[in-house]
């Protein structure tokens, strides 16, 4: 009843620069926590970085300097800036979040959500 749909994946050369969006659906009420995670081939799904609303963040020591999650409110959506990207960097990535939402009944309801995942490739 409620869905994070992502953007912004795509191919890049080492040393460049990608933006993820992840936009919740209308219904949508406010957002929680907030996360990133990726999944490379053969690996373990892992997560690469988690913000509270009231600001704390935690990035996984490989992106640490790299990497910033970010919200927009207004927008419901939340973002992964991703800079000087790596070969390593290569995975799945998807956006999940504790996502408060309208049902068709109008009560609120918590949930939490996880995006289709979009595809970054960063060739060398």
């Known amino acids: 009843q409620v869905q994070l749909v992502e953007s912004g994946g795509g191919l890049v050369q080492a040393g460049g620069s990608l933006r993820l969006s992840c936009a919740a659906s209308r219904n949508t009420f406010s957002i929680n926590n907030i996360g990133w995670h990726r999944q490379a081939p053969g690996k373990q799904r892992e997560l690469v970085a988690f913000?509270?609303?009231?600001?704390?963040?935690y990035y996984a020591d490989s992106v640490k300097g790299r990497f910033t999650i970010s919200r927009d409110n207004a927008k419901n959506t939340i973002y992964l800036q991703m800079n000087t990207l790596k070969p390593e960097d290569t995975a799945v990535y998807f956006c999940?979040?504790?996502?408060?939402?309208?049902?068709?009944?109008?009560?609120?309801?918590?949930?939490?959500?996880w995006g289709q995942g979009t595809q970054v490739t960063v060739s060398s």
């Open positions: 913000s509270r609303p009231g600001g704390s963040t």
């Open positions: 999940n979040a504790d996502v408060w939402y309208y049902t068709p009944t109008n009560s609120r309801k918590l949930e939490n959500i």
